[in-house]
């Protein structure tokens, strides 16, 4: 963990410098599948469960090696006893790094996840790691582990959601890249 906590804390010291130097945005859309291994809790017993999400993500790269990405997921995990259905919002900062035609990434975020049968909120860390090809295609996983829970006084006796794990492919196109040097111009990606 140490190891990832310096290797992302470089990336964005580095990405922080070249920002400085010549302010390069980019933004791009994301489109995923994802297959995921979620843990549960019900009645205090601790349940697992697999499934899928579709997934939506914006990223806005601050020159070449820092960016912030939001992903939206809507996520189906089931087990003998446990259906889950919920819409998901992870918000990471990532750093990027060229490797061959490509480039690899890890982020570190958040997220907040939504459970729609049994009104549950739940808050917690996520992290993302991958490789996207040049062609916008993309591979990664993550992980999330929840932290905090807010579920209304109703809601007794329903799953809710400890970690999950995902495995991902998708597609990312560029909308619009900005480059800022001395005289403002606009560039397309």
Not at 27 to 43: E, R, Y
Not at 126 to 154: D, L, Q
Request: glycine letters at 12%; proline letters at 2%; one cysteine or more.
């Amino acid at each position: 963990m140490k190891k990832i906590f310096v290797t992302f804390a470089t990336l964005a010291m580095i990405g922080v410098a070249e920002t400085n130097a010549q302010l390069k945005f980019a933004f791009s859309k994301g489109v995923g599948v994802n297959a995921v291994m979620s843990d549960f809790t019900l009645a205090d017993k601790n349940k697992s469960g697999f499934g899928a999400s579709l997934s939506s993500s914006d990223k806005l790269e601050i020159g070449e090696h820092v960016a912030l990405q939001s992903e939206l997921h809507l996520h189906y995990s089931a087990s003998q006893s446990v259906k889950y259905w919920g819409l998901e919002v992870p918000i990471y900062v990532v750093g990027h790094l060229k490797i061959g035609a490509g480039k690899g990434f890890l982020g570190v975020g958040s997220y907040t996840d939504y459970g729609f049968r049994s009104k549950k909120w739940n808050t917690g860390g996520a992290v993302i790691a991958g490789y996207e090809f040049s062609n916008g295609f993309f591979v990664n996983i993550s992980c999330k582990r929840r932290f905090f829970e807010w579920m209304p006084t109703h809601s007794t006796n329903v799953a809710t959601m400890l970690q999950m794990v995902g495995i991902g492919v998708g597609y990312r196109f560029p909308l619009f890249a900005v480059n800022m040097n001395e005289n403002i111009h606009f560039s397309r990606k």
